[in-house]
């Protein structure tokens, strides 16, 4: 199985060392295919005083190094096309924000590289309408007919990270695990999909409790890989802290997922 998974941003070179190098137990085993994931920024956040990142320069220099320096693959967000190509330079797998995945123009950019691209389903979309985007892709790459097997073949996928249900709420429904599993290899963004959208006064809230029960009924369901942030110390991380595990909650979910896979 594919496993994304890191700190929502990155927030400082010290940090993302100290977590990478506890990532490292995931990139050994066989069983999985692991990308290290972080944000050089978070263009989205609720507030203007919310912290963004390091900015790309700085943020690709330092995902650069934790890739020299333990050999991971990499995966990070773009959020505008003029950004794609010198992000492609260093990652090997260039990630569409969920408010982003319908933005064609940033689509077609990604789609141009020859780097993997993931999109990440919008809280606002019906999930069969998620074959729209991924047709963008393929199209830009030669192919014609939306499928799991041309969507495997030419490295494009989409991510679960729930939709929206009312206000400051999200919600899974696994059916739509099925459904965009007909147009492409799925990801199950676990830790995204117990946010709770402007839950803490212009800062996102969530229930990293209900983290492990998620990611346990996706791996039933059956899907090709997880996404998990995480942190040595959520309580402190500078984005996402209630919604992210710590480094000893994910290898327990892990271990978790791969016996339920196993079955």
């Known amino acids: 199985m594919k496993l994304l998974a890191g700190p929502c941003v990155i927030e400082s070179e010290e940090n993302i060392f100290k977590i990478a190098k506890a990532l490292e137990v995931y990139h050994r085993d066989d069983s999985i295919d692991f990308y290290f994931k972080s944000s050089f920024d978070k263009a989205n956040r609720t507030s203007l005083e919310s912290f963004r990142g390091l900015g ?3 943020g690709l220099r330092i ?4 890739k020299d320096d333990f050999g991971y693959k990499i995966v990070t967000d773009v959020h505008e096309s003029a950004q794609v190509k010198s992000v492609a330079e260093v990652v090997d797998m260039l990630q569409i924000p969920a408010f982003l995945c319908r933005q064609t123009d940033l689509l ?7 780097k993997e691209v993931n999109i990440k389903k919008g809280q606002f979309i019906n999930p069969p309408d998620m074959q729209y985007s991924v047709m963008k892709v393929l199209k830009t790459r ?8 041309n969507s495997q ?21 696994m ?5 965009m599993k007909q147009f492409a290899p799925v990801i199950f963004d676990a830790t995204h999909s117990v946010q709770m959208p402007g839950a803490l006064g212009g800062k ?8 492990p029960y998620l990611a346990s009924a996706a791996a039933a369901v059956g899907v090709d ?20 595990l710590n480094l000893e909650q994910l290898q327990s979910v892990v271990t978790r997922i791969k016996k339920i896979q196993s079955i």
């Open 108 to 114: 077609v950019a990604c789609a141009q590289t020859d």
């Open 153 to 173: 073949k030419h490295g494009v996928f989409l991510t679960e990270r729930g939709s929206s249900f009312g206000y400051g709420n999200i919600v899974v429904d």
């Open 175 to 179: 059916r739509s695990l099925v459904i």
């Open 204 to 211: 996102t809230g969530g229930d990293s409790s209900m983290v």
């Open 63 to 66: 995902l650069q190094k934790v």
């Open 56 to 58: 790309m320069e700085e």
């Open 142 to 149: 030669g192919c014609d007919v939306v499928s799991y097997e």
């Open 225 to 244: 890989g997880f996404f998990f942030e995480t942190h040595f110390d959520p309580s402190c991380a500078l984005s996402d802290g209630p919604n992210m």
